[in-house]
């Protein structure tokens, strides 16, 4: 047994990558013509990742976003209460993806190259950030799921269930606030760089 050593796990990354990928399929849906031009009439495919489909005011822009982002982390923290939630989790970073596809395609549609500018300024940092603490929270997702799915499977200890949802919760509400700092980070831009669209 001596000679038994310590082999380090590989490919640690590789769950983030996919997460990644399932955003960038997301992304990727909705920029099809199809696709964005129905979704930019639609709150639930645009997800006002785009200043223009919010409102006039600033006050408007930070209401929509922060309420975008709350409900995603909302449905987020529900499916991590389920022993399946993997798969609702790997959908909703889809969901996500769509909702930036659809809102760049859609500025890019009105206003063509001179809407460049708004698009690297207003909408890509913001949605950029947003994409991160939504891989962040699937992340959670996946592994309060699995926790749950192996306590279904094999009995696990229940000693341990109270705290690990404290601290389940604990992340969520950070997540939450710091949504909702991109938010009002979002809706500054928008009121500082607002002639861009």
């Excluded at 940092?125 to 192996?150: C, D, H, K, M, T």
């Excluded at 499977?153 to 341990?160: A, E, T």
Aim: with cysteine; glycine share 10%; proline share 3%.
């Amino acid at each position: 047994m001596k000679h038994v050593k310590y082999i380090p796990a590989r490919g640690k990354g590789t769950g983030f990558i996919l997460m990644c990928t399932a955003c960038a399929a997301g992304v990727a849906i909705g920029s099809l013509p199809l696709i964005s031009t129905a979704g930019a009439d639609c709150p639930w495919l645009h997800q006002y990742f785009s200043p223009a489909l919010c409102g006039d005011t600033v006050f408007s822009i930070f209401t929509r976003t922060l309420l975008s982002s709350v409900i995603f982390l909302a449905a987020a923290f529900l499916a991590g209460t389920s022993a399946f939630g993997q798969t609702v989790g790997t959908a909703l970073l889809v969901c996500r993806g769509v909702g930036i596809g659809v809102s760049v395609s859609s500025v890019y549609a009105a206003g063509g190259l001179r809407a460049l500018p708004a698009v690297a300024v207003l909408i890509l940092p913001f949605a950029l950030a947003e994409l991160y603490i939504a891989v962040i929270a699937v992340r959670e997702v996946i592994r309060s799921s699995n926790a749950q799915f192996g306590f279904m499977v094999s009995g696990g200890k229940r000693s341990s269930e109270r705290s690990s949802f404290k601290l389940y919760s604990a992340r969520f509400a950070v997540l939450t606030l710091i949504s909702l700092i991109i938010s009002l980070a979002e809706s500054l831009a928008s009121y500082i760089f607002g002639g861009l669209l």
